[in-house]
């Protein structure tokens, strides 16, 4: 037998590379999830391992944190398909070393072919059904011109970005037991709003560890990969998408994916007790019902209180509930309606809003609804990222429900939206979070549906100090509010705060929903002072990552999912 020789240098070379390979490729059939990471020079909290890995990977490849933003998103996209997508939409906060901050806005608008009253019936009922499930449900996707917005601030090729979810979506990943039992209890909804079967259904059950392979989405994501922006609003991603519409009687046309335009925005920023909070504006509710809550909180001086007591919860309750009846009656698309935002957030409004709050006694919506304003001149996903430079990115991006409507384009392997449901159907009528809402928020050709993804980056000294967001509908804003009052104001731990239990107050309906794990004589004083409360499993999935003193980083994963946190 012939021997072959290797020299010493290509053993050492091979060796480097199969570091560099296991270091750079996570597994995906086998992988792990660390909920809390502490490290030095960059970090990704996400809804998933391997989506947190690709984005950590290419900041170790050189990237920035947009760079780190983009393959993570990219890669939800494959391995977390019950929100994470490229048939959705969100937004995306950047704070960039050089004290720049960006906000893009990705989020769906309403087809060309959309009207204020298309889920009414003759009677002018609600049909929520049609806002919530199958191909009528679905606004024209954003994530893809987002995406290309922010490779404004990227430094490596797009095609490296795109490359883990090629590879995951064509070589397959293991699924958790979550995503098993997900799709799982999904089935007979994926059978019933396609026109084709979805790789999603199998003939017998979904369990953990299956692998999940895409071919379809391997392909859609080559296209994008090869061909950009155009490669999915126009050409064959696009004709599949109109194909699919016109099968399910939908009304997405190639003229509203070719005119869809993300956009940039200037953020939201307020100062909040020496440091500054970069939040989302419009058309997100958000950053405006989030500055309005921080602020009322500073006027009654929340930092003497603590967590989870009954003036605090109390506190925030009543806050919440005049921040939602604000919501529910002025916010809408700022292109489409005007919005009086400097009044909103002006200390005068926020005070008088104030007035009427009585420490240890109910208020009730019926009689505390909007403030009046002077005549003026289930399912989304957030991850966080920061670079060894200082940049940051807060992003949260959605199909709205899980697997939102629901639909598979055909051919082209990905769920669409059903993001019209964020409109308001009709005046009054809940969506399937309980949100109302008015003019402001109906349906009008183009126009984008009220959101309330709250991604949000604070700084200190004008350098990322906590980058926070979540998913969870109209719980994302008390959500994040909560979890910045639980570091800022509380000087909890960043595991703490997002892990312990949170509440939520919209003030329609009149009642708090708290988490089954709140202190129950906490709850019992709430009931005393006259307050309804509704018990729930899980409010969000909050992911932090925090800058300490020392310059360390730490991230976390919410420990309600299967969130993990990657650093180096
Ligand atoms: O934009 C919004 O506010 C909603 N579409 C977000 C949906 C969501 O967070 C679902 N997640 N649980």
């Given at each position: 037998m012939k021997k072959i020789m290797i020299p010493a240098f290509l053993i050492l070379a091979m060796s480097f590379v199969q570091f560099t390979f296991s270091q750079e490729k996570p597994n995906p059939y086998k992988y792990e999830i660390?909920?809390?990471?502490?490290?030095?020079?960059?970090?990704?909290?996400?809804?998933?391992?391997?989506?947190?890995?690709?984005?950590?990977?290419?900041?170790?490849?050189?990237?920035?944190?947009?760079?780190?933003?983009?393959?993570?998103?990219?890669?939800?996209?494959v391995v977390f398909p019950q929100a994470g997508n490229i048939g959705g939409g969100g937004f995306m906060i950047i704070h960039l070393k050089n004290g720049k901050n960006i906000a893009i806005d990705f989020r769906e608008v309403a087809p060309g072919e959309a009207s204020r009253d298309m889920y009414l019936d003759l009677n002018g009922n609600a049909q929520t059904h049609l806002s919530q499930d199958g191909h009528l449900a679905a606004g024209v996707p954003g994530s893809v011109a987002g995406i290309f917005a922010a490779m404004?601030?990227?430094?490596?090729?797009?095609?490296?970005?795109?490359?883990?979810?090629?590879?995951?979506?064509?070589?397959?990943?293991?699924?958790?037991?979550?995503?098993?039992?997900?799709?799982?209890?999904?089935?007979?909804?994926?059978?019933?709003?396609?026109?084709?079967?979805?790789?999603?259904?199998?003939?017998?059950?979904?369990?953990?560890?299956?692998?999940?392979?895409?071919?379809?989405?391997?392909?859609?994501?080559?296209?994008?990969?090869?061909?950009?922006?155009?490669?999915?609003?126009?050409?064959?991603?696009?004709?599949?998408?109109?194909?699919?519409?016109?099968?399910?009687?939908?009304?997405?046309?190639?003229?509203?994916?070719?005119?869809?335009?993300?956009?940039?925005?200037?953020?939201l920023v307020f100062d909040y007790e020496g440091s500054k909070v970069v939040t989302m504006p419009l058309s997100s509710s958000g950053g405006i019902i989030l500055e309005q809550m921080m602020k009322m909180s500073s006027f009654e001086n929340i930092d003497k209180?603590?967590?989870?007591?009954?003036?605090?919860?109390?506190?925030?309750?009543?806050?919440?509930?005049?921040?939602?009846?604000?919501?529910?009656k002025y916010l809408g698309d700022p292109d489409f309606v005007k919005v009086p935002v400097a009044t909103l957030v002006s200390d005068s409004y926020l005070k008088e809003r104030l007035k009427d709050y009585e420490p240890g006694k109910a208020g009730n919506s019926k009689d505390i609804k909007e403030g009046v304003i002077p005549e003026e001149s289930k399912e989304t996903t957030h991850f966080d990222v920061i670079d060894k430079d200082g940049n940051?990115?807060?992003?949260?991006?959605?199909?709205?429900?899980?697997?939102?409507?629901?639909?598979?384009?055909?051919?082209a392997g990905f769920l669409l939206n059903n993001e019209m449901d964020d409109f308001s159907v009709k005046p009054?009528?809940?969506?399937?979070?309980?949100?109302?809402?008015?003019?402001?928020?109906?349906?009008?050709?183009?126009?984008?549906?009220?959101?309330?993804?709250?991604?949000?980056?604070?700084l200190k000294n004008n350098k990322p100090w906590i980058i926070v967001g979540t998913p969870g509908g109209t719980t994302i804003p008390t959500s994040v509010y909560q979890t910045l009052v639980d570091l800022i104001d509380f000087h909890m731990s960043p595991e703490d705060a997002v892990d312990k239990p949170k509440f939520h107050h919209q003030w329609l309906p009149d009642v708090i929903i708290v988490e089954q794990s709140f202190d129950k004589n906490v709850l019992e004083a709430l009931k005393k002072m006259g307050y309804a409360i509704t018990m729930t499993k899980g409010i969000g999935r909050t992911e932090v990552i925090m800058v300490r003193h020392d310059g360390s980083i730490i991230g976390v994963g919410d420990k309600r999912g299967d969130d993990s946190v990657a650093g180096y």
């Open positions: 660390h909920k809390k990471v502490v490290c030095k020079n960059g970090a990704v909290a996400s809804a998933n391992a391997l989506a947190s890995e690709a984005g950590v990977n290419s900041l170790k490849q050189g990237g920035n944190a947009v760079d780190a933003a983009i393959a993570t998103q990219l890669a939800l996209a404004k601030y990227a430094k490596l090729p797009f095609k490296k970005l795109i490359k883990p979810a090629i590879d995951f979506a064509e070589k397959g990943f293991a699924i958790s037991a979550l995503e098993a039992s997900l799709n799982n209890q999904t089935k007979n909804q994926f059978i019933k709003f396609n026109t084709t079967v979805p790789i999603f259904v199998k003939n017998d059950l979904w369990k953990e560890g299956d692998t999940l392979i895409q071919k379809d989405l391997a392909n859609s994501l080559k296209r994008i990969r090869d061909y950009g922006e155009k490669g999915f609003y126009e050409g064959e991603t696009a004709q599949l998408i109109v194909d699919e519409m016109k099968r399910g009687k939908g009304i997405i046309t190639n003229n509203d994916l070719t005119n869809y335009k993300a956009i940039i925005r200037q953020p209180m603590q967590f989870e007591t009954p003036q605090s919860a109390q506190l925030m309750t009543e806050i919440e509930r005049r921040a939602f009846a604000d919501r529910a940051a990115v807060s992003e949260t991006t959605t199909l709205n429900g899980w697997f939102g409507c629901k639909t598979v384009v055909a051919g009054g009528v809940p969506n399937m979070f309980g949100a109302v809402g008015a003019d402001a928020n109906a349906i009008a050709p183009h126009k984008r549906m009220l959101s309330s993804m709250t991604p949000t980056i604070v």
